[in-house]
């Protein structure tokens, strides 16, 4: 039993290491937590589907289009409603993708209600039987998308000119600008890749929770969490704070009490706001949020 527990909060919780990437991301580049996050992810997945069964596209064509859509999406949340507040307070900023997240949310109910839709699976595999241990293919997708993307985003800001470019507007967007740095442009990129992140996540997650307006708003506060846990701004953090976040809720849910998993998440922001602010990597200084 408690093989098939880790196992099982591993595949949990790569799929909170997979959102907590997209959040990671913009934070990196922009200091702001998007709470609108967990929408690009549901929106990601009804785009999908919308053009699986109104267009019939192929499902990798499908895909491909929703991801381009959220990119497209994010890119126009910064120009219209974020580059507007820069230079306003921060939590201002916050506020406002708190709104978005209620009203996109809002949008998805018009249209679909509380109908939950099923989505096909990237591929239909039989699940991988090792002795009692099952696991499916698909965990195994979102687990192997998850590693590849940290991968590319350490490597890309860390390694690369694009993580100087990142760290300078991050920093200091006035002095970025002076140098030559187009600071919107490059905002707004992050904005759109956030965005797609969010949706590249929702179209792998979606075959296993299946379709609803609320899904987003169901894996934020453990992407949040896992964010939370690992540090802030921290790639390697917010993979193994969605780890840990997913085989501690298998953990207690397994051996103490099932109604623990859904209230886990809080109970971790809490932890870990009272012993380490920073998170297990985070840096120990002040940082807009």
Known sequence: MLLQLILSGIAQGSIYALVALGMTVLFRATTIVNFAHGEMFMFGAFVVYLFLHLVGAPFFVAALLGVVTLFGLGICIERVLIR????????????????????????????????????????SYPPIEIGNLVLTTQDL????????????????????????????ASDSPRGAALVGINVPAFYGTMWGVSAAMGAIAGILVAPITLLYPDMGAQILIRAFAAMTLGGFGHFGGAVIGGLLMGILEELSGGYLSTSLIDVFAFIAIIVVLLVRPAGLFGRGEVTRV
Do not use: N
């Open 84 to 123: 507007p507040m820069a230079g306003g307070p921060h939590i201002a900023l916050a506020m406002m993708t708190v709104a978005l997240s209620y009203l996109f949310r809002g949008i998805a109910r018009i249209f679909w209600g509380r109908e939950v839709l099923p989505m096909p699976p990237v591929f």
């Open 141 to 168: 997708i979102i687990a192997g998308t998850m590693v590849l993307l940290v991968i590319v985003f350490m490597l890309l800001f860390h390694r690369s000119k694009l993580g100087r470019l990142a760290q300078a």
